[in-house]
C-alpha cells in the first residue's frame, strides 16, 4: 500500500475520510462538506445520540449533496484525551475499513481544527503510519491473478495542514519507521528455502542505500574469531553461518548503542528434534534479527542523531551426521565453556558469542539484545507482552516506556544469582538449559549474562510476540516485526542528540 501526503483540498469525486469529535466538534474539512452538503454530516453525527465514541466510523455512501462516492466521517477523541499511539491506532481502523469495503484508494483529510492533543501535522504522520502498518501485506508469493477478491487499499493520500511542507521531518518520519517496519516483517515473512542465512546477511546490505555502514563476517571470520558458540549451533546445516554487524553514525557519541539480534533463520530443534507441529513457525526464529535490521533502517530513514550498532548472527539448526549433540561441550569466544544439554536451545549459544564480540569490539554504553528465545516466556506473559530481563533499571523503565508509546508492551522479569544455580554443569562452566519447566525464560536470560559483562543490558524475549494469529491495531495476521518500532522510540527518547 502506497501511502502519500499532499497539500491540497479534498477531491470532487472519489472517496474521502474526514475527522470529528465524538461530541459533534467538526473538524475544519468536515466542516466543510457539511456546509456543502446542507448539514449532512451532523445529521449522521446526531443519530447516534450519547453512544457515539472514539474510534467509530460512519460510512455515508453516495452522500447527498456532494459529488464523493463515499464519506467516511471517523470519530477521534476520549475524555482523558489521546496519546500519539491512539491516533496512530486510529489510521489503522481507517484502513482497515476501507479494507472492508474494497477501496481501492482514498483520501484522508486533515484533522485542523479538531483538538487531538497533537500538532495536525503531527496528528497526520501518526495517522499515516497507522494506516500504513495496519496495511501491511506479504504477497510476495501470490500469483499477480490470484484468488484475492479483496486485494487491499492501494494508495492512501493523507492531506496536511494548508501551508505545511509535505516533506517536513514528521512526515519523512513517518514514512521512514512504516518502511523499516515492513522491511522487518518482510525477513520474518520470507520462507527459510529463500531466506538462508547468507541471503539475510546479503539483504542487510541494502541498507547501505540508506547510509548505514555493514560489514559480513563469514564463516572463516568466525572460526578465527573462536565464535564456538555460534558454529557449533551452525555445524548441522549445509548452509553456513554469518555475523552482520550494522553501523549508523548520526552523531559523535562516546560510546555507541549495541542492537543484537538472534536470527536462526530456521530452528528444527537440531539433534534434540522438535515435534513436526508447527515446525513450520520456525521460519521466524529469526524475528529479534528481524527487528535489529528494521531499527537501523529507521534511524537512517529518519536521519536520527544517534551512533548505535546493530549486530546479528545468522545460521540454521538443523539434524544432520554434523550435528551438535546433546552432551557436547564448546568453549565460547569468552572462553567459557558450555555443556550443551538441549540443542533446542541454541538461541542462547549463539546470542553468547555475539553479545561478547559487541561487548569487546565496541564498548557500548548500553546494550540490547533481541531474540524468540523460550517458550516459556509464552507460558508466563501469553501473546500480548514480551519479557524484559535487565541489569540496569534507568535502561529497563526507559525501555517498558517506549514499549508502551509505540504499542509493544514488554514485562520485567526476574535475574538474580539464586537462578545462577539452574545453569551450573557438572562438567563444564555452565549447561544452556536449567530446571526442566522451573523459570525457562530466566534461565534463558541468566545464561545470556554470563556474556556481556559490566555493560548495562537487557534482553528481550520476543518469541511470543514476534508473529500474530490474531489481527491486532497496528498488524495483520502474521509478522509483527515487533522491537523495530521500539527499539527507534528508544534511541529517539534516550541517546538521540538534540539539534
Not at 191 to 207: G, K, T, W, Y
Not at 371 to 390: K, P, S
Request: proline share 4%; glycine share 12%.
Amino acid at each position: 500500500m502506497e501511502i502519500r501526503f499532499a497539500s491540497h483540498d479534498l477531491p470532487d469525486e472519489g472517496v474521502a475520510v474526514v475527522l470529528a469529535g465524538p461530541d459533534g466538534q467538526l473538524s475544519a474539512a468536515a466542516a466543510r462538506l457539511d456546509d456543502r452538503s446542507g448539514g449532512l454530516v451532523r445529521r449522521a453525527l446526531a443519530t447516534g445520540g450519547e453512544s457515539r465514541r472514539h474510534g467509530q466510523i460512519l460510512d455515508l455512501f453516495l452522500p447527498a449533496g456532494l459529488g464523493l462516492e463515499r464519506l467516511l466521517v471517523v470519530l477521534a477523541g476520549k475524555p482523558e484525551g489521546l496519546a500519539r499511539l491512539d491516533i496512530e491506532e486510529l489510521g489503522g481502523k481507517i484502513q482497515h475499513k476501507l479494507h472492508v469495503l474494497k477501496v481501492g484508494q482514498a483520501m484522508v483529510a486533515s484533522p485542523a481544527g479538531l483538538d487531538l492533543g497533537v500538532p495536525a501535522e503531527e496528528a497526520v504522520a501518526a495517522l499515516a503510519l497507522g494506516a500504513a502498518l495496519r496495511g501491511y501485506r506479504f504477497t510476495r508469493y501470490h500469483a499477480p491473478e490470484g484468488e484475492d477478491e479483496n486485494p487491499g487499499v492501494a494508495s492512501l493520500t493523507f492531506l496536511a495542514p494548508a501551508g505545511t511542507d509535505t516533506e517536513a521531518a514528521t512526515f519523512t518520519a513517518s514514512r521512514a519507521v512504516a518502511e523499516a517496519v515492513a522491511r522487518a516483517r518482510d525477513l520474518v515473512s520470507e520462507p527459510a528455502n529463500v531466506l538462508s542465512p547468507e541471503a539475510f546477511a546479503e539483504r542487510c546490505r541494502e541498507l547501505e542505500q540508506l547510509g548505514v555502514e555493514v560489514e559480513l563476517l563469514d564463516q572463516a571470520k568466525l572460526e578465527e574469531l573462536g565464535m564456538r558458540a555460534l558454529l557449533g549451533v551452525a555445524q548441522g546445516s549445509v548452509r553456513p553461518p554469518y555475523v552482520v554487524v550494522m553501523r549508523w553514525r548520526g552523531a559523535e557519541a562516546e560510546a555507541p548503542v549495541a542492537l543484537v539480534g538472534k536470527g536462526v533463520c530456521f530452528d528444527t530443534g537440531g539433534i534434540s528434534l522438535k515435534p513436526a507441529q508447527g515446525m513450520e513457525d520456525m521460519k521466524f526464529d529469526m524475528g529479534g534479527a528481524a527487528a535489529v535490521v528494521g531499527a537501523m533502517a529507521a534511524l537512517a530513514g529518519r536521519k536520527a542523531k544517534a551512533d548505535v550498532v546493530g549486530v546479528i548472527g545468522l545460521a540454521e539448526n538443523m539434524p544432520s551426521g554434523t550435528a551438535q549433540r546433546p552432551g557436547d561441550v564448546v568453549r565460547a569466544m569468552s572462553g567459557k565453556t558450555i555443556e550443551v544439554i538441549n540443542t533446542d536451545a541454541e538461541g542462547r549459544l549463539l546470542l553468547a558469542d555475539v553479545l561478547w564480540y559487541t561487548k569487546e569490539r565496541f564498548k557500548p554504553c548500553a546494550m540490547i539484545d533481541l531474540a524468540t528465545l523460550t517458550g516459556a516466556i509464552i507460558v508466563a506473559l501469553g501473546h500480548e507482552q514480551a519479557g524484559l530481563f535487565a541489569t540496569d533499571d534507568e535502561l529497563a523503565a526507559r525501555l517498558q516506556a517506549a514499549g508502551e508509546a509505540v504499542g509493544e508492551p514488554l514485562w520485567r522479569m526476574p535475574l538474580g544469582k539464586s537462578y545462577d544455580k539452574h545453569i551450573k554443569s557438572a562438567i563444564a562452566d555452565i549447561k544452556n538449559v536449567g530446571r526442566a519447566r522451573e523459570a525457562g525464560a530466566t534461565a534463558g536470560a541468566v545464561f545470556l549474562q554470563h556474556f556481556v559483562g559490566d555493560v548495562p543490558w537487557a534482553h528481550l524475549d520476543i518469541a511470543g510476540v514476534a508473529w500474530t494469529s490474531r489481527d491486532q491495531a497496528l498488524a495483520g495476521k502474521g509478522a509483527t516485526g515487533y522491537g523495530a518500532r521500539l527499539l527507534d522510540r528508544l534511541i529517539a527518547d534516550r541517546y538521540e542528540k538534540a539539534g
